[in-house]
């Protein structure tokens, strides 16, 4: 391969773009790996604690893009004390002191703050996509600053954030001159915005695709905003209160038939099921639709609108739609290839779904693959029957609010259906399981599931051999999670090597000790091994039979991070 | 394996399981290692799951009637157990739901605020470290000791006794029937000036509420002598 210039080996390189055939490219030999290097631009590191910035930066000067993530998975369900870590600090602090050319920042379950915030708008130029995903640790003052510095920002996209809101005026710092977005979603936002400066912003960005407002945009606004905006193929609905006789309602319907290109739906944080007609000329583009904010909108009106969606491939829902409504979306969405049933009552566990509404979905959806299901109860028939309709399923989720719930027919444990499933489906990569549950489903996981990357564990197996079946059988497997179950030493430390293969590993009230968790730290230093103590009656001199509460294993080149708070021991 | 149906627990309790400590286990070996790390499930109601027949029966049972005893409200029926970070959703999405819930449970037609959430720092004398809470989850005086008895209970050491209760804020008191302390909850409000919780109406609480500290009823003196006295001289069942 001598035979080219580095120059004509770059542009080919060019055509490579995901990450894991770069990855290869670099590994063929050391000329490659250095031109690679030299022009990657994009960058994804799944767990911010695994290397270190300094050492990214060393290898990717070119980099411009990059994705973190910080936290455990866990940390979503608050398994994760408030103070852990993902601190990303470190890293914007790294890339403005080595000027480096950042124009995108993705970030996932990280803590950000507004000094953060307000470095990245000022050490970067170009810089010109901002996406946070359920970070926390910033205000809108942090906003404030990236609108009013980021010349030519894109895309500011906040997902599900826990953002203090200082009511601020965040909105009207984007400068007149700003006429670059793209992609803007502050749905997140649990604040008043500035109505007038949102109007006038998106009259003065002619590319304006993807809009997603918070609560406080009433429905005369969007009105306004729909008006100055129909190219828009992403549309956020605010608040979607009003009297449907009322002109302003008619001005929306207006407005609506001229915005012919939107293709995806979300928002109704609050609605008033009346005005929902107004969108049923907008229906039959729509390939997603995301009403898990909208618990205003469920029954007839909730199935009205379904029955308009014919092209619907992505539908995330709650589950007040009942076994009826996903009837209705079997029938209508033949081209359904993802949804996700949320529980419309998390804290008292009445699902309104049950195995019937799963079966219809795979009877009438061929092109199904992803599913997140909370559901009331399942059978292992239901689950067999989804199993021989769907064996395309890459990401199977299921949670049956009673969480060790048996077969609602047959009180046996749930073995067989899950079982079936990992069988049929030879392309799964990501599962979810829940109810009653023996050693058995992991054995049948072990054998079948061979391109398994990430699978999540819950109240689950009877003895160490349950984790066993599971490491040994898995080769793909990346993530691990598992709370409360059985498992303990034995399976931990039956093949520590298995871990150095792995992105991470949660253990949580399981029977894993401060012993068994020591004897893998000192076997696998390559691996950072976190005990999160919360309570005073652990300290590092504790008896090694003690029962750990908490941990979390990940593979690193950085070794032990420096800012781990006191309660966690990275042994 | 039956779980107790009850009344709702309400999401405030699920709020307080954030980072919470002492998440004794689940699963089979759930009541043991509960008792053997002494969490002693003042702090949540774990779903105490025995799925099998036999065998860890008398742990579950007992570890369930700790958990019966701890109900906030004795006179209710004991409320279905909780399970911290079950189901699995995110909590955003879970605060979110819930502030939905609340203004439509108001039967508020009108714009949802959406809760620009009120968070307060709430220490207390003695605990290791300071926690949080969102006003804007309760709405009454009622909702947020119960809140508060059962995020800071953790704090004070061991069992309930029989009672299982944290009669709190009957008078505005939080009474660790074990230790026979008294504490009394504080705030500090705009002015700056120390209070006493309880006196002004919930909504004005909290609009002025900037941090909440439980102190113990030897240092409050001057606060409120009259509600001390009465906490006195109560009777306890």
Request: hydrophobic share 35%.
């Amino acid at each position: 391969m001598n035979y080219f210039p580095d120059e004509v080996l770059e542009h080919i390189f060019d055509f490579v773009t995901s990450q894991r055939d770069r990855n290869s490219v670099s590994q063929v030999c050391k000329p490659w790996y250095k031109i690679e290097s030299s022009s990657r631009q994009k960058v994804f590191v799944g767990n911010c604690y695994a290397i270190s910035p300094e050492r990214v930066i060393e290898r990717f000067p070119g980099l411009k893009s990059i994705t973190l993530k910080g936290k455990p998975h866990f940390a979503d369900f608050n398994l994760v004390p408030h103070d852990w870590g993902g601190f990303v600090h470190p890293w914007i602090d790294a890339f403005a002191r080595n000027n480096m050319g950042l124009e995108e920042l993705k970030l996932k379950r990280m803590v950000i703050s507004d000094d953060s915030l307000e470095l990245i708008s000022r050490s970067f130029a170009n810089f010109k996509s901002l996406v946070l995903v359920s970070c926390e640790g910033f205000s809108t003052d942090g906003l404030a600053a990236i609108a009013s510095n980021c010349s030519f920002l894109r895309e500011l996209d906040l997902q599900e954030n826990d953002v203090e809101d200082h009511r601020g005026h965040w909105l009207s710092c984007f400068p007149d001159t700003c006429t670059s977005l793209v992609s803007l979603n502050f749905a997140c936002l649990k604040g008043d915005v500035n109505l007038a400066a949102l109007v006038r912003l998106v009259a003065r960005s002619p590319n304006l695709r993807s809009l997603r407002l918070n609560h406080a945009v009433p429905l005369d606004i969007l009105q306004k905003i729909l008006m100055r905006a129909p190219h828009l193929v992403d549309l956020g609905v605010g608040s979607y209160v009003h009297d449907p006789d009322s002109e302003t309602y008619n001005k929306l319907v207006t407005a609506l038939r001229k915005c012919k290109s939107v293709k995806s739906l979300s928002g109704f944080l609050e609605a008033a099921p009346q005005c929902l007609p107004a969108f049923h000329l907008i229906c039959p583009n729509l390939t997603s639709l995301n009403l898990s904010y909208a618990p205003g909108i469920h029954g007839t009106e909730l199935r009205k609108l379904i029955r308009h969606c014919r092209k619907l491939q992505r539908l995330w829902i709650l589950d007040c739609i009942g076994d009826e409504g996903l009837e209705v979306v079997a029938a209508t969405c033949k081209d359904l290839q993802e949804i996700r049933v949320f529980p419309s009552d998390p804290f008292v566990g009445n699902a309104a779904v049950t195995e019937v509404g799963l079966v219809a979905l795979s009877s009438g959806c061929p092109k199904l693959h992803s599913i997140l299901y909370f559901c009331q109860q399942m059978t292992n028939a239901a689950l067999i029957t989804v199993a021989k309709n769907s064996p395309n399923f890459t990401r199977f989720r299921l949670c049956i609010l009673d969480p060790t719930k048996p077969d609602a027919v047959t009180n046996q444990p749930l073995d067989e259906g899950f079982g079936a499933i990992v069988q049929s489906c030879k392309g799964l990569r990501r599962l979810s399981m829940s109810g009653l549950l023996t050693d058995q489903v992991f054995l049948y996981i072990g054998m079948y599931a061979e391109q398994l990357e990430m699978i999540s564990i819950a109240f689950a197996g009877d003895t160490d051999k349950g984790m066993q079946y599971l490491l040994n059988g898995c080769k793909k497997l990346r993530k691990l999670e598992i709370r409360d179950c059985p498992f303990g030493n034995a399976a931990l430390l039956m093949d520590v090597g298995k871990y150095e293969t792995m992105r991470s590993l949660w253990m949580s009230s399981c029977n894993v000790t401060l012993g068994g968790c020591k004897s893998l730290a000192k076997k696998m230093p390559m691996l950072n091994v976190e005990i999160i103590n919360e309570t005073d009656q652990m300290d590092i001199s504790a008896d090694d039979e003690q029962k750990v509460e908490k941990m979390f294993l990940y593979r690193t080149l950085a070794g032990r991070r420096k800012d781990a708070p006191e309660f966690v021991w990275t042994l | 394996m039956e779980v107790e149906k009850g009344t709702k627990m309400g999401f405030e309790e699920t709020e307080l399981r954030l980072g919470l400590p002492g998440n004794g286990g689940g699963g089979t070996e759930g009541g043991e290692s509960a008792k053997k790390r002494g969490f002693s499930a003042t702090v949540d109601l774990k779903l105490n799951l025995s799925s099998k027949e036999g065998g860890d029966d008398t742990n579950h049972e007992k570890t369930q009637t700790e958990n019966n005893l701890l109900a906030t409200d004795p006179a209710k029926p004991p409320a279905k157990a909780q399970v911290v970070g079950w189901p699995p959703v995110r909590s955003f999405r879970k605060n979110m739901l819930a502030v939905q819930k609340s203004s439509t449970d108001q039967g508020s037609a009108e714009k949802v605020p959406g809760g620009n959430a009120t968070f307060v720092k709430v220490s207390m004398v003695g605990a290791p470290y300071l926690r949080k809470v969102d006003l804007k989850n309760y709405k009454s005086y009622h909702e947020l000791s119960g809140a508060l008895g059962e995020l800071l209970s953790s704090f004070t050491i061991g069992n309930c006794g029989s009672h299982g209760t944290k009669d709190f804020l009957n008078e505005s008191r939080l009474i660790d029937l074990l230790n026979g302390t008294d504490y009394v909850p504080t705030y500090e409000d705009k002015d700056g000036d120390w209070m006493l919780v309880g006196d002004v109406p919930w909504d004005m609480f909290v609009e002025s509420c900037k941090r909440l500290r439980i102190m113990k009823g030897t240092e409050a003196t001057g606060l409120a002598p009259r509600a001390m006295e009465k906490c006195k001289n109560r009777s306890f069942k």
